[in-house]
């Protein structure tokens, strides 16, 4: 199978994942990845063949887990995976993306204005600094840091109760199993796997 640089037509099943208005949202969005993402970096070339399974419907499933009208934190943000693409899926969340650097604050600021996503906020901070400051009931990261180091980024800015959901590869239960002093030092209640999304 060759490695395609255009952006392929969105799957069959996008529908039932990305309902009514999210559709044409998430379309803008896999072209805003395809193009000025891959231009500034924040894609690689590679990727934008797999923009629609890898990123976009995987980052989509996440929603699943994330409780009504929730404050969520998306740490990290980056390109905005996972969290433009649950504030697209879910209107009724309150998305935060927490990024500290300027090049994909910008690329972000420019997605939730061209998306017209008024659930979302843009801030450039590291996790650290808004500690403290703001509560959240969910915090999510996409390939960020090992699970230890991200969970003293997020306990901090979750409220009583909150959740993480830290979204891993094919080493989640190695780092889950690395991280077990760290979830105790935190506080975690719980901690569980769960299997591939897609």
């Known amino acids: 199978m060759t490695e395609s640089n ?4 969105a799957p069959d099943d996008v529908r039932a994942v990305f309902p009514g208005e999210a559709l044409p949202r998430a379309q803008a969005f896999a072209e805003m990845l395809a193009g000025p993402g891959v231009v500034r970096g924040l894609l690689g070339p590679r990727e ?12 989509a499933v996440v929603s699943e887990a994330v409780r009504p009208d929730a404050r969520l ?9 996972p969290g433009i693409v649950l ?9 935060t993306l927490l990024e500290p650097l300027l090049r994909r604050t910008v690329f972000l600021e420019e ?27 969910v915090a999510t990261a996409r390939a960020v840091a090992p699970l230890d180091r991200l969970l ?14 830290a979204m891993k590869g094919e080493r989640a239960a190695e780092e889950l199993t690395a991280a077990a002093a760290q979830l105790r030092a935190s506080g975690v209640r719980t901690a569980e796997l769960h299997g591939r999304a897609r």
């Open 111 to 137: 997605c939730v204005a061209e998306l017209k996503l008024e659930n979302v906020e843009v801030v450039r901070e590291r996790a650290e600094e808004l500690a403290g400051a703001r509560l959240f009931d």
């Open 73 to 81: 934190v998306d740490i990290g943000s980056g390109a905005g995976l």
């Open 87 to 95: 504030a697209i899926v879910r209107a009724d969340l309150q998305v």
């Open 152 to 165: 003293t980024w997020a306990m901090p800015l979750l409220s009583a109760g909150g959740e993480l959901l």
């Open 6 to 9: 255009e952006l392929p037509e």
């Open 48 to 59: 934008v063949s797999r923009i629609w399974d890898r990123h976009l419907l995987n980052c």
